[in-house]
């Protein structure tokens, strides 16, 4: 009994670490493809794409396609920022912008070679925290913190 407690506690709370951060990590990498299939989808629909053929994309295209590339992610824990070569960014919840009819990258930002940028902001949520006390920023007492990713290309049509 008292090796278990001297030994098994310990390799335990290992083990279930291991696991936590191993989730973690496949989170942030589905959210960096998930991120960076929304680019390519958005970088191949640009001016030149829209001339002869009406192929320009909207908002709510491009979120079903991170929706769709981010499997296992909760769309109300993602926050998605939109931001085409002008900077006016457009900024809210997966889920909130799969509806969203608003074409992108604006008339103005649409030509190739200028660059467009999607970020993502996923909330994590671990039960690790409990046994981080006085962690202090990132983590807040629910154990909650944000992974990001954003990636950024050029337009190429």
């Not at 940028?117 to 909650?144: C, E, H, M």
């Amino acid at each position: 009994m008292l090796e278990f407690v001297l030994v098994g506690i310990p390799m335990i709370f290992i083990l279930l670490s291991i696991f936590e951060i191993a989730r973690g990590m496949w989170t942030y990498e589905t959210l960096a493809y998930a991120v960076r299939e929304g680019v390519r989808y958005s970088i191949m629909h640009g001016k030149g794409c829209a001339s002869p053929h009406t192929c320009q994309v909207t908002i709510g295209a491009i979120a079903t396609v991170i929706k769709n590339a981010g499997v296992g992610l909760d769309a109300n824990s993602v926050t998605v920022t939109f931001t085409p070569a002008s900077g006016s960014a457009t900024t809210g919840t997966i889920a909130s912008q799969l509806t969203s009819s608003t074409i992108w990258p604006p008339s103005s930002s649409n030509s190739p070679g200028q660059l467009v940028k999607i970020s993502l902001k996923y909330r994590f949520q671990t039960f690790l925290a409990v046994f981080w006390v006085g962690a202090g920023a990132p983590l807040n007492d629910s154990g909650t913190f944000y992974l990001p990713a954003s990636s950024t290309e050029p337009i190429q049509f």
